[in-house]
């Protein structure tokens, strides 16, 4: 059962211009034309950040200057369903955009922390196939607005609900879609959440799979984020099966890739591999994985593999999770297991594919 009215996904034009996906000095263009001096560019910005929902609410602006703002800062995100689970700590969203598209975020407390787990495009061309967004296809990619918008709901859901420490402290890119694919989007995403929402470079999380230009790329821009590889299979043979996109950049050249980010940054870097029965899972897989880091500069974020509709796959046995851990670890390799946070409301990775039933 669909519960809400989803408008036909025929017209795929461009979100409506915010003021977030705009240069710099586009805004300080924008403000001149309103005949206002140019330090109303800063403040404008500033109340943005500081989560002001829309100009209304800005009321040190005289009224007439935030009614004149107001068509530079639209609607981009409509609610359509939110689901909590672990207690209330753990919402998930579903957002409609201008354009029929539905995308979704989470947001998880935790006793120190809160963090948001964001989308950087409506669907996902990866085809990744353990992972439901992956099996969708790719609609489009999200506007820097569309994306900041996530991250700055987030944030005041934190805040109004308590979550953490009653703010957003991190970030991850591990929602819906491909983030570097998204590139411009997604930087431009990630210095306002740095710069303008106080959120430290190393709390925010891009996670790949592996697009090794992307990743160069971003070595370059001078902002150590963490960079997590969603590697899943330390050996080429079995990764061009669960991660495609293997087929153009091989294991070696995503390491290299990842190493020079570290040499780049000083930042060491998270492989994400979900554990996927008798698929991945195996000793001599771990062995291979040990192998492979060693000496690297890496940490490695074990993920029980969550259930996707239509999947013959499963998740590991504790038992052979715990092995798993033992081997890597005996290796030499820090290794955590991951929470499935939100699980039971398809929350979790892999899980995000904006179901509406
Ligand atoms: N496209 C990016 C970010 C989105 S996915 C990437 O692949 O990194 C975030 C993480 O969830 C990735 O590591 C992804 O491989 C993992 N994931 C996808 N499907 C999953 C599933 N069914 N169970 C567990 N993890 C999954």
Redesign the pocket.
């Known amino acids: 059962m669909t519960d809400v009215t989803i408008r036909p996904a025929g017209r795929r034009g461009r979100p409506p211009a915010h003021w977030a996906d705009l240069e710099a000095q586009e805004q300080l263009s924008l403000i001149t034309d309103l005949g206002w001096p140019k330090f109303r560019a800063r403040q404008v910005d500033r109340h943005y950040n500081q989560f002001s929902a829309t100009p209304q609410g800005w009321t040190d602006l005289p009224a007439a200057e935030r009614e004149r703002l107001s068509g530079h800062f639209p609607e981009l995100l409509t609610p359509i369903r939110t689901r909590s689970a672990d207690s209330g700590a753990t919402r998930k969203h579903v957002w409609q955009l201008h354009d029929g598209s539905l995308v979704e975020s989470v947001v998880m407390g935790y006793p120190d922390r809160a963090t948001a787990c964001i989308s950087s495009q409506a669907g996902?061309g990866?085809a990744?196939p353990?992972?439901?967004t992956g099996q969708e296809g790719l609609t489009r990619n999200l506007s820097a607005a569309e994306i900041i918008e996530q991250a700055r709901l987030a944030h005041l859901e934190a805040a109004d609900l308590g979550l953490g420490k009653g703010r957003l402290s991190n970030v991850v890119?591990?929602?819906m879609?491909?983030?570097l694919a998204n590139y411009r989007a997604v930087m431009r995403a990630v210095r306002r959440i740095v710069s303008g929402f106080g959120i430290s470079a190393r709390s925010v999380t891009v996670?790949?799979?592996g697009l090794v230009p992307g990743i160069r790329r971003l070595a370059e821009e001078g902002l150590p984020v963490t960079l997590?590889v969603?590697l899943?299979a330390p050996d080429d043979e079995l990764r061009d099966t669960l991660v495609p996109v293997n087929q153009r950049f091989p294991v070696a050249e995503v390491m290299a890739a990842a190493d020079d980010y570290v040499v780049a940054t000083g930042r060491r870097y998270s492989i994400?591999y979900?554990l996927i029965k008798d698929i991945n899972d195996q000793p001599e897989r771990a062995r291979m994985l040990a192998d492979l880091l060693s000496g690297r500069i890496a940490h490695v974020n074990l993920?029980p593999?969550?259930p996707?509709p239509g999947s013959v796959w499963t998740a590991t046995s504790a038992q052979r999770t715990e092995q798993f851990i033992r081997i890597l670890r005996d290796g030499g390799v820090s290794t955590t297991l991951r929470d499935t946070r939100g699980s039971d409301i398809d929350g979790?990775?892999?899980?995000l594919a904006a179901e509406t039933a």
């Open positions: 996902c990866m990744c353990f992972c439901a890119f591990m929602g879609g491909e983030p996670s790949t799979v997590a969603s899943h994400e979900a993920i593999l969550n996707t979790a990775c892999g899980q």
